[in-house]
């Protein structure tokens, strides 16, 4: 049976250290958005009215985007609501309402799945 052993060699210790410290870090960045980004993703569905107004609102794709025929040439303009800072969590509430409504409500909610 052979016997392996580990054999560390200084200089590459030496190295691999002063290469951790000239790693940059990033400097943390205020976002004047956060507390509202918070509220949003915090919002929790008990209410079926306001569940069904949110999956109204709230379009299942971006209205913006879409293929644009223009003298023989198709353009494409793309989803756009990334654009948004709140899009995520956005996205996040009409999940959490269409899942309240199948899920709690047993509706059937294929009419605001695009």
């Not at 410290?21 to 079926?48: A, M, S, T, Y």
């Not at 956005?90 to 409504?101: E, Q």
């Amino acid at each position: 049976m052979d016997i392996i052993t580990h054999t560390h060699d200084i200089h590459s210790h030496d190295h691999h250290l002063h290469e951790h410290h000239l790693v940059k870090r990033e400097k943390p960045r205020f976002d004047i958005l956060f507390p509202l980004r918070r509220w949003v993703d915090g919002f929790q569905i008990h209410n079926r009215q306001i569940a069904h107004f949110i999956c109204q609102v709230i379009p299942c794709c971006c209205p913006f985007e879409r293929d644009i025929n223009l003298f023989g040439h198709t353009y494409h303009i793309p989803p756009l609501c990334k654009l948004n800072p709140f899009y995520d969590e956005f996205v996040g509430l009409r999940f959490r309402s269409l899942s309240y409504l199948a899920d709690v409500c047993l509706e059937d909610i294929t009419k605001y799945i695009c």
